[in-house]
């Protein structure tokens, strides 16, 4: 086994979700992440932990959802049980093939993520983590050999985490107390929003391995403007170019897709909640420099700005402020590398991907 490996499992078990002696642990991979299951039930075993396996198999999952085309699905009572009495859950992604869902359609999509709602939100109850295993299906994805992507994701993946949340930190102190963001790139995207007495979390590799961003939650109906993803997204097998959204109280009341448009419109079609955003996060990991057609990494990237629409993490919404709550919750990147600023309560923090503490910000 790749030492590697091992160190990945450590930093899941001690510092992602800092198990203990008698916690009952879930986890979730796919067959080709065997060897991280093995390093994590070695892991778990020696600080006296509970683990049960789950092979994530994203072929026996489209199989399910194209012989049930007609959206009628139930919540399956038996994995919310099993969430209700899990303390610590570790999710990994890879497979052979990332577009093993390309041909399940986004109606179904939609209605498969309403009926499991109820267990995502239980299992964001837990002490959780989502990794990444770099499989060849990915290093293939991002256009790069299988011991490149290897690299790339360990390299990231066993970053100083201590010095990565004191270097966002100083970001969280910007956020927090502010009330009003703007973000401006290029001649498409203007929007602002009130994110007035929301908390700014520093994820710093806990909830997400790797981490390398701040983030909070707009107040659901302040968000106005418009904005142009300029970075891909890839969605379900399915990539989406160009997506451009426009903001009136904070719904979302038009919406383009250079490709795959429909596929966005599934998105937003799933519920209410899917036409509102529950997250701006703000990358700032720059020892991740590829973009790689992986959310998990390419939202941290540094000299961006990632919006979600859906869901808003409940860490992320002050007392006095409504949740926005939807089955989804897509994440989707502005490049702020040029022509672009960031405006906190009038106050230019960014511009074009320099922070206002860093050297070289004019």
Known sequence: MDPRIRTHAEIIVDHS???????????SMPAVAEDLAVALHE???????????????????????????DGDFETPAHQLALYEETDA??????????????????????????????VLD???????????????GHAQLAGMSSEAYENFVWDAVTLDWDEQREHQARMVDILDGAD??????????????????????????EHNLPGGEVFTAPVAESVEGDVHFDMPLYRKGKEIEDARLRFENGRVVGHSADRNEEVLTGILDTDEGARYLGELGIGMNRSIDQFTYNMLFDEKMGDTVHMAVGNAYADTVGEENERNESAEHVDMIVDMSEDSVIEVDGEVVQRNGTFVFEEGFE
């Open 17 to 27: 979700t800092r198990i203990e002696s008698g916690d009952d642990v879930v986890v």
């Open 43 to 69: 892991a778990l075993g020696d600080r006296g932990a509970n683990p049960i396996y789950l092979n994530n198999s994203e072929r026996a999952s489209r199989a399910y959802l194209r012989a049930s085309d």
């Open 89 to 118: 859950a570790i999710i990994a992604r890879g497979g052979p093939n990332v577009s093993e869902q390309s041909d399940v359609t986004p109606e179904t999509n939609a209605a498969y993520r309403r009926a499991m709602r109820p």
């Open 122 to 136: 239980e299992r964001l109850g837990t002490r959780w983590c989502l990794t990444q295993f770099p499989s060849a």
């Open 180 to 205: 009003e963001v703007r973000i401006k790139s290029g001649d498409e995207t203007d929007v602002t929003m009130s994110v007035a007495g929301n908390p700014t979390l520093n994820d710093y590799g």
